[in-house]
């Protein structure tokens, strides 16, 4: 038995009317009769006497239990009905008569039926039906029946901007001279549709937007509305998903129609493969699926309206291979505008353009920064900018330096630094020759990146510690070589360690992680094997969100891959052993410099490799007192 399968039992509408017949009459037993006392004034009975005898009560009703009276005159209008209880009083009669009071019928009168039928039942129905229409739209509002939700009856949500709310134009968006060139021609069209049809030209229907995630698709698609100066109406994919079967195909109409009564204008669909993919027939619900529908609604909306209006169909998406064939053919989307990761003079316009944003110094060299953050996209160099700025105000500066812009690619890299992770001594010395393993490795090896910095203080990424290799330029091709170097680079940290403490820490995991993927690389997608030659063992999906990888071999064939794999490894990491061996005296020099300083520039270690030793102290007992120190600073901690 499973509990909590059991649906709630839904309450039918006869009891609604049960709860509300048993109110109405509440209400004419209650509070109706209430209303009509409040007109009578109730007294007591020696206020009543009092009246009597100074001759104020004009009319008296003597009941069994009350007597009600009037207090005033008629000709003045302003007599007062009152109440008071009746007393064992024998010669309240003869008072009465005495004082000239008119023993007549002075009890409220009766209200009209109409009155009655007005306060006892329309009041409360029209009540009831205020509070009836409120929970109800309350309801739908839960159940997504807001402004665009399921109980809108299909009315898309799509957002209009315009010319005046944008304001955004093609010189905001930097570092994507080629998509920028590609979608300058539609701008165009949409200034000057007669240019093309006097050739008989006809403008592309839809043009898609594809690249990694924080390359600026969406500030592209509002750089062209805003520079064709027409509306623009953005929807995200997603919202097109209801829970009610059709409402997606209706907003897709709706949306279309809103724009063929605005056009020319701009349609732009973010995060289109949320809709738009593959149909392929799976599943319980075969091709009638709510998605499926309204992916049939977009591509027959696409082909029917008419492209001479100036309606342009933009959409973005970083996953172009789930997308179904039918959305990219000639006709729907005939243009695919790749939105790379900006190279090394687009991330230094990018900087630019944020930095107008903010204070900088004079010095500041975007050249320099634009290369230490080699691989960001425009989001992250955004987030550069900005963790520049909020350094300068925690150092108490009016203005950001090239230090801050520095520390902040570091911060978007690895993380800030923690303060309050406090290494020990040995654990400080082990870092710190990890780290110089790496740098090592890497100056000595020809086709390596230079070393840019090496820092031994711990990060909120958990990396305690990171060597920073910085390339003059942007490499676009990777010879054998290259990627073997890089392979020995990532082994140099553990293999400094092997050397000097003859033992190994689990500081080195993400070295392996690394050095791994590259090495699988090389055999199995770029056919740097000369068992394999040049065939394909894997295949990448989704390349523009971290690739995923799936090995496309038989069984055998992975048993081997995996032996080359460790084979090239273990042949790297023995590289990268005896370039630390024949440099040994570099190795504790420079270890015992980021010991000390626990951070040291890329000059910094190329002056201190390149100037000859102090001493020749480089043999077996230089190596003898560098195993010591970690040992007696062991003992330090312990006796504390």
Known sequence: MKFGSKKPEKIP????????????????????????????????????????EKGNVTKATVEENYIYYETGTEASGDSVLCKTVKMDDPDLVNRLLDAGVTMDEVLPES????????LSYVVPIVIFIFIGRWLSKKMMSSMGGGPGGAMSFGKSNAKVYVKSSTGIKF???????????LLTEIVDYLHNPQKYTEIGASMPKGALLVGPPGTGKTLLAKAVAGEAEVPFFSISGSEFVEMFVGMGAAKVRDLFKQANEKAPCIVFIDEIDTIGKKRDGAGFTGGNDEREQTLNQLLTEMDGFDGSKGVVILAATNRPD???????????????????LPDLKGREDILKVHAKKIKIADSVRFDEIAKAAAGASGAELANIVNEAALRAVRDGRKFATQADFEESIEVVIAGYQKKNRVLSNKEKLIVAYHEIGHALVAAKQTESAPVHKITIIPRTSGALGYTMQVDDG??????????????????????AEELI?????????????????????????????????????????????GGDSSLACSFETQTLLDKKVVDLVKMEHQKALKILQDNMGKLHELAKYLYEHETITGEEFMKILNDPLPSVNTGAAGQENAEKDPEENTKENTEE
């Not at 017949?21 to 109730?42: C, D, F, T, Y």
């Not at 010189?171 to 060139?181: Q, Y």
């Not at 942007?474 to 293999?495: P, Q, S, V």
């Open 171 to 181: 010189s905001d968006v930097a570092g994507e001279d080629e998509a920028k060139e």
């Open 474 to 495: 942007d490499h676009y091709l990777m010879t054998k070589e290259e990627l073997e170097n890089k392979i020995a680079t990532f082994t140099g940290g553990r293999a």
């Open 322 to 340: 789930s997308l179904d064939p039918a959305l990219l053919r000639p006709g729907r989307f005939d243009r695919r505008i790749p939105v790379e």
């Open 13 to 52: 509408m006869y009891v609604y009317y049960i709860i509300a017949g048993i109110v109405i009459i509440l209400l004419n037993m209650l509070v109706v009769p209430a209303v009509q006392e409040r007109s009578i004034q109730k007294t007591d009975y020696s206020t009543f006497i009092e009246n009597v």
């Open 111 to 118: 209200p009209s039926i109409f009155m009655t039928i007005i």
């Open 501 to 545: 403490f003859h033992s190994i820490t689990t500081g080195a995991s993400n070295d392996i992680e690394q050095a791994t993927k590259i090495a699988r690389a090389m055999i199995t997608r770029y056919g740097m094997s000369e068992d394999f030659d040049m065939v394909a063992m894997e295949n990448v999906t989704n390349q523009y969100l």
